[in-house]
Each structure stands twice: as C-alpha cells, then as structure tokens.
C-alpha cells in the first residue's frame, strides 16, 4: 500500500498554509477528558487511599486488598535487577552512568551556591538547595520505559533531592522488570504501582500511604497531562508535553535508509507523533520516500507509523540548507538531527530545539537511551521558550542578603524615595530608620 506521505516545496505559493495544518496540534484536551480528571482529582483529594485503591482497580485491572500491594519495596527492585539478563543489566548500567555524568556536569555547572560582598561589606548571593521530595511519572500502558526511569530519577539524585517518590501503571498487574530495575539503579526511593491522573493527584496531595511531593516530573497520556496541568500551583511541575517530533534536517550525504529509520523512530511512539524532514535536494527526497516505503513493511508497529506518517508527517524541499534551519527554528522541534558532512556549520542557525543532533551517525534513538542529555524534551514549539529536563529542575534558588551598617545608609535614601513614590510610607521608613544610628 503506497504510503499517502505530503510533499511539500517552499517555493509553492500555498507552502506557509500547508505547513501551519501539518505543524497543527492542540494542547488543549476535549471537554470529556477534562471532567473526568477533575473527578478523579476530587475523588483522590476527598477518600485518599480507598479511591487510588478502586480506581486502580476499575482502571487498570488491578485489584488490592491494600495500598501496601500496589507498593514494591527495595528488595523487589533488587530482585528485578538480579533476574534481568547481564545484557540487560550491562546496558542499563552503562546508559545510567552516561546520563549520571552528563547531570553531574550539568550540576557543577548551573547548580551551585555562590555569594560575594560589595564595596561597602553587602553579602548579596544566591543559595541553591535541593527539592526535599520528588515524584517522577514512569507510563506503562502501552509500553514499558526502563529510560524514563533513569532520565528522571537521575538527574534528581545528582541534585540531591533524598526522596524520589515514582509511580508506574501495571495494567493487570504486571510489573516489568526492566523499569524495577532500572528503579533500582536510579535510586528511586519509593515505587507505587499506581497510574493515570490519579497518581498524579496522589502525588499533589498526598494519601494515607502516598507522601506528597514538591515537584512532578514525566509524561504521560492526556489524562496524565491534563492533571499536571490541574496540579500545578500545588505543586511544580516539569512541562506538559504533547506527542513526540523528530525533524530532519539533511544535506542528501547521509544513506537514506538510517534518515527513514530515524524518522520512523518517532513515528512508532504513536499516532500523532510527527516527523519531518528539510532537504534542498530534491533527488535525495525521492530516495527517503522510497526507502520509507520499503522499510516501513518491515516493521512491527507498520500500523502506528503509517498512521503517524500519514497524519502528521512531511518531506520539504527547501530552496538551501540556510532556508531549512529558518524553518527548524520556526517549528522549534523537540527533535532535531543535522544529518549533513558539515553539521557544525549549521548548529549556530539553530536556535530553537529540545535537543540537537549533529552529524549522520548522531541518530536521535541514541539520545533517548545512551547518550547522555535527558530525553525529557519540550514539545509543540515550546522549545522557543523552555529546556530539557535537567538537574536545575530539581533545585531551587534563595536570594541571600546582608546589608551592612554602611550599605544601609547607601541604599536606605534610594529605597525610601522609590517607596514614597509609589505610596507605600511603611516601606519607606523601614529604610530611613536604619538611618538614625
């Protein structure tokens, strides 16, 4: 079945309409979405452990006499970790460690209290501490995320953060060994296996059994993103994230067939993910679609990708690779590999991304399990204004300020004139009375 796959040429007069229905996504969830999560909400906020317990139940099959079943404890996980196979644990092992070093850089780099004084003796600094509880949000519904573990937990860890509170869904109670033991290397304090908005909630507000947290971390289906969505306030979270994107930008010397698989790797997550790619070289377009079209039957998930592909996807000429990165930055990927012989000659185009990824062997799949940055990603454009996750997630910042004797008569008249002006008198001689010494 030929795959109905839009090509689009940025020299067509109706390109810029074409690419606003491809790039079209709403983050908005529908109105039947919306108030069952704030039932669930509610129904978690009001009963606790016995509607986690009976949602649970209904939800994902899984029936508990008690919260203490829907909890594994530190000799399970450990267990999970010695029952994989030494393959199994080897990658595990080496992709934390990867991603361990990564946020530890990250950390000596962003993370650290610092403070100086002025001329006249002021200490003004900034103190940074760790989160004291943390939840993190592993899904578990249609796959299992062994790396989602280790991207969250991690970089929490290397924070500091002491309690690391992750909640993963076990649809008829199957508990995957691979995420129990990726839990275990990654330090997670306290597993539960409970899932959907009302983990989330439970999370917000804290049960009988599940402790409340001050910041959730992790993505999710809708349901799961329109209670992060509802929390926030009570409390942090880390973005709400829409489906997942790849953009290739290629200058037609990368083997088509690795540019097809990568934008295939997106594809499968599921029917709205979006991959795109950006080429000058019209020739070389035609050889990705078919290698699309004969990789694409080889696959498991043919279904899911077509779909994805069909839905959402596209192949753009462009008339230079300069026009290809103007474009990237525009769509602000979550995504984006420079599959080109010269890729650091485009990066400094490149403003507007989740991650980048330079060079034809630099393949997106890389990032997400090995590499090392978090595959935690902004999405649906929100690259223009946010980061991956991080370390800097996880901390938070205090001003520090001691103002001596003589600072106070320095800066006293200042603050005084400012709160006359704006009518607050209190604030005013607050400052001027340190000036009577």
């Given at each position: 079945m030929t795959?109905?796959?839009?090509?689009?040429?940025?020299?067509?007069?109706?390109?810029?309409?074409?690419?606003?229905?491809?790039?079209?996504?709403?983050?908005?969830?529908?109105?039947?979405?919306?108030?069952?999560?704030?039932?669930?909400?509610?129904?978690?906020?009001?009963?606790?452990?016995?509607?986690?317990?009976?949602?649970?139940?209904?939800?994902?099959?899984?029936?508990?006499?008690?919260?203490?079943?829907?909890?594994?404890?530190?000799?399970?996980?450990?267990?999970?970790?010695?029952?994989?196979?030494?393959?199994?644990?080897?990658?595990?092992?080496?992709?934390?460690?990867?991603?361990?070093?990564?946020?530890?850089?990250?950390?000596?780099?962003?993370?650290?209290?610092?403070?100086?004084?002025?001329?006249?003796?002021?200490?003004?600094?900034?103190?940074?501490?760790?989160?004291?509880?943390?939840?993190?949000?592993?899904?578990?519904?249609?796959?299992?995320?062994?790396?989602?573990?280790?991207?969250?937990?991690?970089?929490?860890?290397?924070?500091?953060?002491?309690?690391?509170?992750?909640?993963?869904?076990?649809?008829?109670?199957?508990?995957?060994?691979?995420?129990?033991?990726?839990?275990?290397?990654?330090?997670?304090?306290?597993?539960?296996?409970?899932?959907?908005?009302?983990?989330?909630?439970?999370?917000?507000?804290?049960?009988?059994?599940?402790?409340?947290?001050?910041?959730?971390?992790?993505?999710?289906?809708?349901?799961?993103?329109?209670?992060?969505?509802?929390?926030?306030?009570?409390v942090g979270i880390d973005m709400i994230a829409g489906p997942s994107e790849i953009l290739v930008l290629a200058d037609g010397s990368t083997p088509p067939d690795w540019v097809a698989m990568d934008l295939f790797s997106q594809a499968e997550h599921d029917e709205l993910a979006q991959s795109i790619l950006l080429s000058p070289d019209a020739a070389y377009i035609g050889q990705v679609r078919a290698a699309i079209e004969r990789l694409l039957p080889t696959l498991p998930r043919e279904a899911v990708i077509r779909a994805s592909l069909e839905g959402r996807g596209a192949l753009i000429e462009t008339r230079s690779m300069e026009e290809a990165c103007a474009i990237a930055n525009r769509i602000a990927p979550e995504h984006l590999e420079v599959s080109s012989t010269a890729p650091h000659r485009w990066e400094p185009l490149l403003q507007h991304a989740g991650a980048i990824f330079l060079g034809a062997f630099t393949s997106e799949s890389l990032g997400d399990y090995c590499a090392g940055p978090n595959h935690v990603l902004p999405t649906a454009g929100s690259a223009r204004f946010s980061s991956p996750l991080g370390v800097y997630d996880f901390v938070k910042r205090t001003s520090l300020i001691e103002v001596s004797e003589t600072g106070a008569h320095k800066l006293g008249p200042i603050a005084a004139e400012l709160a006359y002006g704006e009518g607050l008198q209190a604030h005013a001689r607050a400052a001027e009375l340190r000036l009577k010494r």
């Open positions: 795959l109905a796959l839009r090509a689009l040429d940025t020299r067509d007069a109706g390109f810029e309409g074409e690419l606003q229905r491809v790039l079209h996504w709403s983050a908005e969830t529908d109105a039947a979405i919306e108030g069952r999560v704030a039932q669930i909400i509610a129904d978690v906020r009001a009963r606790g452990d016995a509607a986690l317990l009976e949602l649970t139940a209904h939800l994902d099959g899984l029936q508990a006499a008690s919260m203490a079943a829907l909890e594994i404890g530190p000799d399970e996980l450990r267990a999970a970790l010695a029952r994989i196979t030494p393959a199994q644990r080897t990658a595990l092992e080496a992709a934390a460690a990867r991603v361990r070093e990564y946020h530890q850089r990250q950390f000596e780099a962003c993370c650290r209290s610092w403070s100086w004084r002025d001329a006249d003796g002021t200490l003004l600094g900034q103190k940074v501490t760790p989160l004291a509880r943390v939840g993190i949000y592993v899904p578990g519904g249609k796959a299992a995320y062994p790396s989602s573990v280790l991207m969250n937990a991690i970089p929490a860890q290397v924070a500091g953060v002491p309690e690391i509170v992750m909640v993963v869904p076990t649809p008829g109670g199957q508990r995957n060994a691979l995420v129990l033991a990726a839990a275990a290397i990654a330090g997670a304090t306290r597993v539960f296996t409970i899932g959907g908005a009302q983990a989330v909630a439970a999370l917000a507000y804290g049960t009988a059994s599940v402790p409340r947290v001050d910041k959730i971390t992790g993505p999710g289906n809708a349901f799961v993103a329109s209670a992060k969505r509802r929390v926030f306030g009570q």
